[in-house]
C-alpha cells in the first residue's frame, strides 16, 4: 500500500465500524485473504456491492465513470486493462496504491463482505508516519 503504508508500519484497525454502516469507497480496509484465510490484507475499496468496475489502460471506471485517484502516484500506476466486471450484492473490489506490483482484487477477485475485519484508521509507528490514514493523508503522499 505504499505511499500510504510502508513494510512493517503499525497501524489501529477499528474493527467496530464495519458493524454500524457501509464501506465506502476509497476507505483502506483490512481483510482476510480471499484464497488463505490465515492471511490478512489491507487493500482501499475502489468499487461498491452490485457496481461494475474496469481498467483500461490503468485508469479505473465504475459503472462507465472514471475514478480520480490521488493516492497512486505516476510511478506506481499500472497502464494494464482489467475487467469489465460487475461485483455481487455483498462485494467490493480493492486495489493497492502501488498498482505496479499489488496482489489485489485483479488477481484473487472481489472480497466479500463477511472477510471484512476492519478499516485502517491511522498509522502509529514508526514516530515519524503517526497520524490518521484519512483521505488528506493519501493525497499528501502523492507528492513526496
Known sequence: MAPLLSDRELIFINKLVIHFGPDQRGDVIVFSYPLDHTKSYIKRIVALPG???EIRQGMVYVNGNPLPEPYVPSQYEDLSDFGPVQLPSDSYFVLGDHR?????S???????RRLIDGRAV???????????LSAMRTTEAKTK
Open 51 to 53: 457496481e461494475t468496475v
Open 100 to 104: 505496479n506490483s499489488s496482489n489485489d
Open 106 to 112: 485483479r488477481v484473487f477477485g472481489p472480497v466479500a
Open 122 to 132: 491511522f498509522a502509529y509507528w514508526p514516530v515519524d508516519r503517526f497520524g490518521s
